[in-house]
């Protein structure tokens, strides 16, 4: 105990002002490594990693040499398998670097105002069957990404959007760009997803959603006119046939607010 107690003791007297500094760096890039695992969903990718590198280590207990020779040229490029495999989560990480938080200037209770709209417009649009896509900017710019349509500079409402998407608006065909807590655009076109996995069942309006969210940190909101529901897409993941409360609270958790589930009919469709 004693020893251990002298080896703490020494580490603290040698410490340096760049060692303390170098841990901060370290402890930064591993806490934003987590938030990124845990928003994106990557931890069936690190897992299958993880299944491999214990496969490996069996490979050479037993003495398989064959397998124990495939593993070992699969680890000795895992840098540029990392990179393959998670490149869009990179692409977006090191654009959030160099980006700001356009709601940084956003209150907490103009946040909240902003999703309540936002949540009422998806489900009023849903019932009468209007098609629509809402575009959340968050940390990284989406200029580089959509093509913009009719600038508007808005007030977030729920009439407002119902109106954008009603089959009668010029501008119902694309998407609607909320930036600051107000709605920014209308009439934007997405690029489309070019990932050969998709089911070949989505729509264009799904594919544009999700080929956002691979290359940003938006999350966009799909309103279904032909199944008359409500999905969103995240990171390039898209979760279909939400519930309003389901979808409140994931913009809730997104915006980094408390959610505070609501009593049934908190408003009226």
Not at 5 to 25: E, K, W
Request: glycine share 6%; with cysteine.
């Amino acid at each position: 105990m004693q020893q251990m107690f002298d080896n703490i003791v020494s580490i603290v007297t040698h410490l340096r002002v760049q060692d303390v500094i170098d841990m901060i760096f370290v402890w930064m890039v591993v806490y934003r490594v987590l938030i990124l695992i845990k928003k994106t969903g990557t931890i069936q990718m690190l897992s299958g990693l993880g299944v491999l590198a214990i496969a490996y280590i069996a490979s050479i207990w037993f003495e398989l040499f064959t397998f124990n020779w495939i593993l070992e040229k699969f680890f000795s490029n895992l840098f540029l398998i990392v990179v393959i495999l998670f490149q869009g989560e990179i692409r977006r990480a090191l654009a959030q670097i160099g980006s700001n938080p356009f709601f940084s200037d956003v209150s907490a209770v103009q946040e909240t105002h902003v999703i309540e709209e936002i949540v009422k417009a998806a489900y009023l649009m849903a019932q009468r069957g209007f098609g629509a896509l809402i575009v959340i900017e968050r940390d990284i710019l989406v200029d580089y990404h959509i093509e913009f349509g009719t600038e508007m500079d808005s007030k977030v409402s729920s009439e407002l959007l119902v109106s954008i998407f009603h089959p009668t608006s010029p501008v119902h065909d694309g998407a609607t760009l909320i930036r600051g807590g107000k709605i920014h655009s209308a009439g934007n076109f997405l690029p489309l997803s070019k990932n050969p996995a998709l089911d070949k069942n989505l729509g264009t309006r799904h594919r544009a959603a999700i080929g956002l969210t691979e290359e940003s940190d938006a999350l966009v909101i799909i309103v279904s006119e032909e199944h008359k529901s409500v999905g969103i897409v995240q990171s390039g993941h898209l979760t279909t046939n939400l519930e309003s409360s389901d979808l409140r609270k994931s913009l809730y958790e997104a915006c980094g607010l408390k959610f505070k589930a609501h009593d049934q009919g908190a408003f009226e469709i």
